[in-house]
């Protein structure tokens, strides 16, 4: 009974210091690489089982017609860097992957509907508002267009026009802790939860991606 | 009642502290079949370094005479230059003789995993975890 007790004690205090280890909000400051992640298992709805299934990855990823399909996929991308910056009245976040360019405005009482999009170039990835729990940086978003939600993480994860999401950003030094809870009544019956630990990348730069449908898609090697 | 609460405690802290996993599943994964290696000999016709994927292009000599075409898909562009990987030793011209991981789906398709260049040196990529490492511990990066 003992050794149980201690492994409890053990387990409590490490996960009272996971939870402890922020930093101040300046540290989301800079370029980011990602060092692993996690998605909690999907329970899905009927809609959604039947979706993920039916999905093939050469004919429905977004990607092979350079299109981002989502926040959440962006950012399960091993090599392309993110790049955070803070100001006064907003933030913003590019992706290198796909040249994605996000604004999100830090301004209380603007409903997630008020707001621009979040990325005028690709209207589909809807509308971004950003706040702080006291040193964590917490954007909603809503207003995407239904279509694919990730191709990486979960593969065949569909979205609805009825989703919303919450992301919290926590700053931790040189290591940045994401998680995402996208909420979607016709698709998961439950929140789905996404995790990301990022690895701050010294003096790191966002480059050009500059993708080219003609030359990401699997079809070029059918015609030949 | 008391070993309830303990095992409800135990699994309720595993899950609370749940393991991150690495990349299990990745676009090179769900394409290329990475239990296999396939060695695909000829000449590179075209090498482009771009994104979302590079791509080699060799001309394979047939056995009953001429060439088919074999495609080599690597990583995208920006990936190999902060890899520091040295992408101009594959020339257009050169046989060289690659080493993939097969498509799944599609017979004149593999993935990068290593070159054998025409003066016999090996050209690798580390890859992402690799360089990922590298940051993490303040190290260059070393193949």
Partial sequence: ?224 | MCRNFSTACLIGGLLFLRVDLGFAHHSVTANFDQTRTLDVTGKVKKFSVRNPHSEITLEVPKPGGGVTEFHVEWSDKNALLRRTVPVEKIRVGDTVTINVNPSRRLSNLGYFRTALLPDGTILKDCGFAAYRDSVAKGTKITC
């Fill in chain 1, 1 to 224: 009974m003992r050794w149980k007790n201690r492994v409890i004690a053990v387990l409590l205090f490490a996960s009272a210091l996971a939870h402890a280890q922020t930093g101040k909000r300046e540290e989301l400051d800079g370029v980011w690489i990602l060092l692993r992640s996690s998605t909690e298992a999907p329970k899905l709805t009927p809609a959604g089982e039947k979706a993920r299934a039916a999905y093939d990855f050469q004919k429905d990823d977004p990607d092979m017609r350079c299109i981002p399909a989502s926040f959440t996929r962006i950012m399960h991308t091993p090599s392309p860097p993110t790049e955070i910056r803070q100001h006064k009245d907003s933030v913003e976040i590019n992706y290198e992957f796909m040249d994605v360019k996000r604004r999100v405005p830090l301004k209380k009482g603007l409903a997630v509907k008020d707001a621009p999009l979040a990325v005028s170039k690709h209207p589909h990835m809807g509308r971004s508002v950003g706040q702080y729990d006291g040193e964590t940086l917490v954007i909603e978003t809503a207003g995407q267009r239904a279509g694919v939600l990730d191709t990486l993480g979960v593969p065949g994860l569909y979205q609805s026009d009825q989703m919303r999401t919450v992301e919290r950003f926590v700053p931790n030094g040189d290591r940045m802790q994401v998680t995402i809870t996208h909420y979607d009544p016709v698709y998961f019956l439950q929140p789905l939860i996404v995790n990301y630990t990022f690895l701050r990348l010294p003096d790191g730069k966002i480059l050009k991606w500059d993708c080219k449908p003609e030359e990401a898609t699997y079809e070029r090697f059918l015609k030949r």
